[in-house]
């Protein structure tokens, strides 16, 4: 079964924006950590942003802080992030992931057990 499904990608030119989701049973927002990542291919998965149940806290990576926005719409079940002025290097599949094992890092792909198949991002100079 698949639990998560992303929507939201597309093509925009740089310092555009996009609003990515992920469809989520509801039971995962107040279970899981959930996060997004991203990859393009011959690279690692990359942790992108993560909310701790609750939505109270978050993380990010360094290269997004200040423009990308992770949260939940827990009336719609899904997982959001908003992408604001985009470069070209933010070109990649993007993936939502959830279910972080205990220790694991938010930003480290192989802690995560659950993940949509991804939305592709490209962004035009």
């Known amino acids: 079964a698949q639990f998560l499904a992303e929507s939201g990608g597309g093509s925009v030119q740089a310092g555009g924006s996009l609003r990515l989701s992920c469809a989520a049973p509801e039971s995962m927002f107040s279970r899981y950590v959930m996060a997004w990542f991203r990859q393009r291919p011959g690279r690692e998965r990359e942790g992108v942003a993560a909310i701790y149940p609750g939505g109270s806290v978050t993380f990010y990576a360094d290269s997004v802080k200040g423009r990308f926005t992770i949260s939940q719409d827990n009336t719609e079940n899904t997982l959001l992030l908003l992408m604001t002025s985009l470069q070209p290097e933010a070109t990649d599949m993007y993936y939502c992931?959830?279910?972080?094992?205990?220790?694991?890092?938010?930003?480290?792909?192989?802690?995560?057990?659950?993940w949509g198949r991804g939305t592709p991002v490209t962004v035009s100079s």
């Open positions: 992931a959830a279910d972080l094992r205990p220790g694991g890092r938010w930003d480290d792909a192989h802690s995560f057990a659950l």
